[in-house]
């Protein structure tokens, strides 16, 4: 059963990047057809998709994040990671990691349209707090 | 904003049965991608309730259940039991955008 822990430092200075990782134990995250994706809850507020990569090593961002987010992946380590750069305190939260199965739909030139399986292992979760 | 709408909050008491509705449109839940419900309470983290429109993870009590119609998409919770109260949230399988979320508040 795979087991996902977010790891990473609490505080974070204003203008910063914030640097937060994702072990992944139980099974490897180089196997099957799966996006790996962060998630966020700012206190008071609801959950707010950050960022994916999927088993291609494709990368998708939300667009009100997209300038400032990258999310990769550390296969000699089984990690998943997130960068997050020029934070403010908007960015204090909780951040998840969660993963789950994705089946590409059709590709083109442009990239690839997938069918994302519901998100059914997530980590514990990691505060995060943006402050001088 | 959101592009799949959940209403801020709802509201029953103990043993009732409420629904949550998650409104989206032509380009998601209506193209039609299936839909997927998480439960989160406080101080824990998200958990699969349902997925693909109406079906339950394994541990998921027969209380809760989900449908589809068109460009919406429902989670109805029966018997209502305290330990419910927390938000719920949709997503559509186009993406990992969530709905705006729903506080189910247990009077």
């Known amino acids: 059963q795979v087991r996902l822990q977010e790891s990473g430092p609490g505080l974070v200075k204003p203008s910063q990047t914030l640097s937060l990782t994702c072990s992944v134990a139980?099974?490897?995250?180089?196997?099957?057809?799966?996006?790996w994706s962060w998630v966020r809850q700012p206190a008071g507020k609801g959950l707010e998709w950050v960022g994916l990569?999927?088993?291609?090593?494709?990368?998708r961002y939300n667009p009100s994040l997209e300038s400032r987010v990258t999310v990769s992946t550390d296969t000699s380590k089984n990690q998943l990671s997130l960068n997050l750069s020029s934070v403010t305190a908007a960015d204090t939260a909780v951040y998840y990691c969660a993963r789950g199965a994705s089946r590409a739909l059709r590709c083109s030139l442009s990239g690839c349209l997938y069918y994302h399986y519901a998100m059914d292992v997530w980590g514990q979760g990691t505060t995060v707090t943006v402050s001088s | 904003q959101s592009v799949l709408t959940q209403p801020p909050s709802v509201s029953g008491a103990p043993g009732q049965r409420v629904t949550i509705s998650c409104t989206g449109d032509s380009a998601n839940i209506g193209a039609p991608f299936d839909v997927h419900w998480y439960q989160h309470l406080p101080g824990t983290a998200p958990k699969l309730l349902i997925y693909g429109n109406n079906n339950r993870p394994s541990g998921v009590p027969d209380r809760f259940s989900g449908s589809k119609s068109g460009t919406a998409a429902s989670l109805a919770i029966s018997d209502l039991q305290a330990e419910d109260e927390g938000d719920y949230y949709c997503?559509?399988?186009?993406?990992?955008?969530f709905g705006g979320g729903t506080k189910l508040t247990v009077l």
């Open positions: 139980g099974g490897s995250i180089t196997s099957g057809k799966y996006y």
């Open positions: 997503q559509s399988s186009d993406s990992v955008i």
């Open positions: 990569i999927y088993s291609s090593g494709t990368t």
